[in-house]
T-cell receptor, first 114, second 113 residues
Framework: AQSVTQPDIHITVSEGASLELRCNYSYGATPYLFWYVQSPGQGLQLLLKYFSGDTLVQGIKGFEAEFKRSQSSFNLRKPSVHWSDAAEYFCAVGAKAAGNKLTFGGGTRVLVKP | EPEVTQTPSHQVTQMGQEVILRCVPI?????FYWYRQILGQKVEFLVS????????KSEIFDDQFSVERPDGSNFTLKIRSTKLEDSAMYFCASTRDLSYEQYFGPGTRLTVT
């Protein structure tokens, strides 16, 4: 069975500082990995995805993530955070063999200090 | 750019009533999904649908729930007799192939009173 852990429930970061959100997954084969962002009361916006190939993936809004198979991780990073990045971030795992149903982590809420 | 749409954006219903949540997936997509997110919690998979039948369903998707693709464009989720604990945001998603990402709709907030 698939599972996703996001160890940090809340993170507070100063505007302009770097951000890293952690994601660990459990799946027997190579999974598909995703990061979504959700602003309050809004839907899910895809930030970036990993299916195969280059393990460092670039996404929208200046985000990137690195797939590390040895650590079963897919951490999200941004070099310089903007106030508009305050939101909740969800890591998700899927797999073609599992019909690509997505299993989401519990989310990390990011607060940005001025 | 094509997008998944959902109606209504917010539905308020009384306990025991039936509700139908509607989704229009992207037109050339073949795989369809429903997820739900109880307030303050993570997004949970409910059901996947392909070729006019359910591919997989979660433990949450009990006999109170059903899905249907009544025509070539709509994909619906019906809750037969709503309970208070069904209050949540319900997201529809679609993809054209299992090797591609899912596109999510904006969600329907269901409030059961």
């Amino acid at each position: 069975a698939q599972s996703v852990t996001q160890p940090d429930i809340h993170i507070t970061v100063s505007e302009g500082a770097s951000l890293e959100l952690r994601c660990n997954y459990s799946y027997g084969a190579t999974p598909y990995l995703f990061w979504y962002v959700q602003s309050p009361g809004q839907g899910l916006q895809l930030l970036l995805k990993y299916f195969s190939g280059d393990t460092l993936v670039q996404g929208i809004k200046g985000f990137e993530a690195e797939f590390k198979r040895s650590q079963s991780s897919f951490n999200l990073r941004k070099p310089s955070v903007h106030w508009s990045d305050a939101a909740e971030y969800f890591c998700a795992v899927g797999a073609k063999a599992a019909g690509n149903k997505l299993t989401f982590g519990g989310g990390t809420r990011v607060l940005v200090k001025p | 750019e094509p997008e998944v749409t959902q109606t209504p954006s917010h539905q308020v219903t009384q306990m025991g009533q039936e509700v139908i949540l509607r989704c229009v997936p992207i037109s050339n997509h073949l795989y369809f999904y429903w997820y739900r997110q109880i307030l303050g919690q993570k997004v949970e998979f409910l059901v996947s649908f392909y070729n006019n039948e359910i591919s997989e369903k979660s433990e949450i998707f009990d006999d109170q729930f059903s899905v249907e693709r009544p025509d070539g464009s709509n994909f619906t989720l019906k809750i037969r007799s709503t309970k208070l604990e069904d209050s949540a945001m319900y997201f529809c998603a679609s993809t054209r192939d299992l090797s591609y990402e899912q596109y999510f709709g904006p969600g329907t907030r269901l409030t059961v009173t």
